[in-house]
């Protein structure tokens, strides 16, 4: 239980760094982003947590968990397919900028995390990880991607996934509620 709770804290810590400058506290901090650099954060934070299903589809043995990571997988790749149509539509090139580097440098990190993890370990470290990264994608989400999008196409995207990530929380919470008795 103790370990747990470290890893827990230790998950949630580690994604709240990871998100820290693209949720700043004070709108005044917000970086300024082009819909582009928009479209870039919101692919690139998507394909996050297919890998991140990817890793789990290999490690885990729990049918809830798989059931999970094929949802987030399956769910994830319908938003970057309608990102990938909407910006081919208006004709813009996703764009690379500090907070999608930012995120893919801290997903190394954290996809590394999880291959040093095995059984139940493995479960408990990706399920907490899953209920870190939503709440601070949920928050980059509302807090800064949609106040930066310019485009009210990109915008109503970027509305419309919300919903489905809340639902993702509630799962990933539900599973790590689960979790917390093995």
């Known amino acids: 239980m103790r370990t747990w709770k470290t890893m827990a804290a230790w998950a949630t810590g ?22 582009p650099e928009v479209a870039s954060v919101a692919v ?3 394909q996050i947590d ?12 729990d049918p809830k968990v798989l059931q999970f990571a094929q949802t987030m997988a399956s769910d994830h790749q319908a938003v970057i397919d309608q ?3 909407l910006v081919q539509k208006l004709g813009v090139t996703p ?3 500090a907070v999608s580097k930012k995120l893919l440098a801290d997903a190394a990190t954290t996809d590394k995390m999880l291959r040093t993890k095995s059984g ?10 899953e209920v870190a990264y939503h709440k601070a994608v949920i928050g980059a989400v509302e807090n800064l991607l949609i106040p930066e999008s310019e ?3 990109l915008k109503e995207l970027l509305q419309s996934i919300v919903p489905a ?7 990933a919470q539900m599973l790590q509620t689960e979790l917390q008795g093995k």
């Open 14 to 35: 580690m994604l709240c760094c990871l998100l820290l400058p693209v949720v700043p506290a004070a709108a005044q901090d917000n970086p300024e982003l082009s819909d």
């Open 44 to 46: 690139v934070a998507n």
């Open 50 to 61: 297919i890998d991140h299903a990817k890793i789990a589809k290999e490690r885990s043995k």
């Open 83 to 85: 990102a990938v149509a």
């Open 95 to 97: 764009q690379d900028n």
């Open 120 to 129: 139940v370990a493995f479960d408990k470290a990706y399920i907490d990880n």
């Open 151 to 153: 485009n009210a196409e």
């Open 165 to 171: 990530l809340k639902t993702h929380l509630e799962h």
